[in-house]
């Protein structure tokens, strides 16, 4: 399988999937096709945390005081589902691996699995 959810108004989604070549790849753009419950345990299956998919840089996070209050699993999983800005984005999955976010080591990584 191989897929990517993005956001089309992030400048940053929108130069990497100019830099990385996403012939094959199906495209989700989050903000107009939410990303549903089987997709999210899907990502976290591959991930091994919500946490990790959970994007600490949105400005929600910071509005809603989220950085002084102790999340669980749990607490990210439901923001995951309520707020599509709260994905980490990109998200890419090459058959059973995941990439998440845009730092360049992640970009490097996936590149080199795509090919």
Avoid at 74 to 99: A, C, S
Avoid at 105 to 111: A, D, G, S, W, Y
Wanted: charged residues 30%; contains cysteine; hydrophobic residues 35%.
């Amino acid at each position: 399988m191989k897929k990517v959810y993005f956001l089309q108004t992030c400048d940053t989604c929108r130069r990497i999937l100019k830099e990385v070549n996403t012939d094959g790849f199906e495209l989700q753009e989050i903000k107009t096709n939410n990303i549903t419950v089987t997709q999210l345990e899907e990502m976290y299956a591959l991930s091994g945390s919500y946490e990790d998919l959970f994007n600490k840089r949105a400005k929600l996070y910071k509005g809603m005081d989220l950085k002084n209050q102790v999340l669980s699993e749990t607490d990210y999983r439901q923001f995951l589902l309520n707020e599509y800005t709260f994905l980490k984005r990109p998200v890419f999955i090459v058959d059973n691996e995941i990439f998440i976010g845009n730092s360049k080591k992640v970009i490097e990584e996936l590149k080199e699995k795509i090919g």
